[in-house]
């Protein structure tokens, strides 16, 4: 079956601190891989994707991403975190085709301590 | 661009009562996707449209729910009646196909009493 793990519910990291949230996948055909970020009562804003090609990808906010496909991982990492990065990171995997649907994980949520 | 624009904001019912939430897709964006969002059961895909037809709806947890997208414009999800346990936050999300990148609004969030 298709799906998205992220095995931490809740993290805490202190600011200026190294971050790396974890993904794993499961998914038949080659992935496309987002991260998305919700601040409090937001939507879901795009942080990053992988389509094909370099397997490290860079988003907005100085996160970035890399595809492992032999670990059926796409972790996020942030070299020093602020605490405006506070706040829930989804994982999603999609056929990347028009008109199909996301896996979205279950989320993990970003502390950040001062 | 506006983004995905939703209304209400805001929706606060009692039990019995119809529901119903709007949404306008970037325009242009032919794909569009109603999601619920609960603490207990995290962010779930309800039911999602391909140039205004209903592809998969098998998320719509039971007939109370419908969704309609009579135009690429606009869509709407009906509740009708309302439980307390409908309390969520509702998003609607739309792609243009591009990777299938998902544009999300800022959600509709409902209390049901």
């Known amino acids: 079956a298709q799906s998205v793990t992220q095995p931490d519910i809740h993290i805490t990291v202190s600011e200026g601190a190294s971050l790396e949230l974890r993904c794993n996948y499961s998914?038949?055909?080659?992935?496309?891989l987002f991260w998305y970020v919700q601040s409090p009562g937001q939507g879901l804003q795009l942080l990053l994707k992988?389509?094909?090609?370099?397997?490290l990808v860079q988003g907005i906010k100085g996160f970035e991403a890399e595809f492992k496909r032999s670990q059926s991982s796409f972790n996020l990492r942030k070299p020093s975190v602020h605490w405006s990065d506070a706040a829930e990171y989804f994982c999603?995997?999609?056929?990347?085709?028009?008109?199909?649907?996301?896996?979205f994980g279950k989320g993990t949520t970003l502390s950040v301590s001062s | 661009d506006a983004g995905v624009i939703q209304s209400p904001r805001h929706e606060v019912t009692e039990m019995g009562q119809e529901v119903t939430l709007r949404c306008k897709p970037i325009?242009?964006?032919?794909?569009l996707f109603w999601y619920r969002q609960t603490m207990m059961r995290g962010l779930e895909l309800l039911i999602y449209?391909?140039?205004?037809?209903?592809?998969?709806d098998s998320g719509m947890p039971e007939d109370r729910f419908s969704a309609k997208m009579p135009n690429a414009s606009f869509s709407t999800l009906k509740i009708q009646p309302s439980e307390p346990r409908d309390s969520a936050v509702y998003f609607c999300?739309?792609?243009?196909?591009?990777?299938?990148?998902?544009?999300f609004g800022p959600g509709t969030r409902l209390t049901v009493l």
């Open positions: 999300a739309s792609s243009d196909g591009q990777g299938a990148q998902q544009f």
């Open positions: 998914y038949g055909a080659t992935p496309y």
């Open positions: 992988y389509f094909s090609g370099d397997t």
């Open positions: 999603a995997v999609g056929a990347g085709q028009a008109g199909t649907a996301l896996i």
């Open positions: 325009s242009g964006h032919n794909s």
């Open positions: 449209f391909n140039n205004n037809v209903p592809i998969d």
